[in-house]
C-alpha cells in the first residue's frame, strides 16, 4: 500500500499569504497525484489533477507540482474561502490511498 | 448538471447489515468508474471500493477493510450504485461518499455526492 503523508497537519494563516502544502510518498506515483478541497459539513472538491492540472472552474490561485515520490499544493493570495482541509489522492495502485488532511485556519 | 445524491445510512446494530444507495443524474453512468469513500467522524478520508464501467465489465475492488463484508454494485438502467455492508463493525461508523471518476482517464474523483451517515453502534 502507498502510504501519502502530507505536511503539516494544520496551519493558521492571513489572507493574502502564500501557503505551501506537501505530499510525500512511500514510492514513486509518476504524476496519479490529486488534490482535494473539503470545506466544514461539505464534501471533497477537486482541485488539481495529475499533479498540476487544473481541474474546470478552479480558481487559478490554486497550483500543484511535482512528480515521483513529492508534491506541491500552492495557494497565492489566500483568501477567507479557503479555510478548508486539503487532501492529496494517489491513483497510482490498489488500494487508493489519501494523504491524512492539511487543515488550514484564517486567522 | 452532474448530481450525486447517496441514502440508506443510519443506526444499525455490530454485525448488522445495510444497504446504502446513490442516484446519479447530469451524465450516463455506466460510462464511469464509480467509487465508495468514507470519513470517521473527524477523521480524513478512507477509500472503500469501486466498480469499473460497462467497457471494463464493471470489475470491483475493495479496501483490504471491508473486503468479504462489503459489496459495491450499480443498476445503470436506475442510474444507480449501491454499497450493501454486512457485519457491520463500530469501526464502519462514518459518512459514506459516492464519487465519480473521469470518463477518460478512469483516475480522478471529479464528483462527489453528499455522504450519508451510517453509525454501528448497540
Known amino acids: 500500500e502507498i502510504v501519502l503523508t502530507q505536511s503539516p497537519d494544520f496551519q493558521s494563516v492571513t489572507p493574502k499569504e502564500k501557503v505551501t502544502i506537501t505530499c510525500r510518498a512511500s514510492q514513486s506515483i509518476g504524476s496519479q497525484l490529486h488534490w482535494y478541497q473539503q470545506k466544514p459539513d461539505q464534501s471533497p472538491k477537486l482541485l488539481i489533477k495529475y499533479a498540476s492540472q487544473s481541474f474546470s472552474g478552479v480558481p487559478s490561485r490554486f497550483s500543484g507540482s511535482g512528480s515521483g515520490t513529492d508534491f506541491t499544493l500552492t495557494i497565492n493570495s489566500l483568501e477567507a474561502e479557503d479555510a478548508a482541509t486539503y487532501y492529496c489522492?494517489?491513483?497510482?495502485?490498489?488500494?487508493?490511498?489519501f494523504g491524512q488532511g492539511t487543515r488550514l485556519e484564517i486567522k | 448538471e452532474v448530481q450525486l445524491v447517496e441514502s440508506g445510512g443510519g443506526l444499525v446494530q455490530p454485525g448488522g447489515s445495510l444497504r446504502l444507495s446513490c442516484a446519479a443524474s447530469?451524465?450516463?453512468?455506466?460510462?464511469?468508474?464509480m467509487d465508495w469513500v468514507r470519513q470517521a467522524p473527524g477523521k480524513g478520508l478512507e477509500w472503500v471500493g469501486r466498480?469499473?464501467?460497462?467497457?471494463?465489465?464493471?470489475?470491483?475492488a475493495y479496501a483490504a477493510s471491508v473486503k468479504g463484508r462489503f459489496t459495491i454494485s450499480r443498476d445503470d438502467s436506475k442510474n444507480s450504485l449501491y454499497l450493501q455492508m454486512n457485519s457491520l463493525k463500530t469501526e464502519d461508523t462514518a459518512v459514506y461518499y459516492c464519487a465519480r471518476r473521469n470518463r477518460v482517464t478512469t483516475k480522478e474523483f471529479d464528483y462527489w455526492g453528499q455522504g450519508t451517515l451510517v453509525t454501528v453502534s448497540s
Open positions: 466498480t469499473g464501467d460497462k467497457a471494463t465489465g464493471y470489475t470491483t
Open positions: 489522492h494517489q491513483s497510482s495502485s490498489l488500494p487508493i490511498t
Open positions: 447530469g451524465f450516463t453512468l455506466s460510462d464511469h468508474y
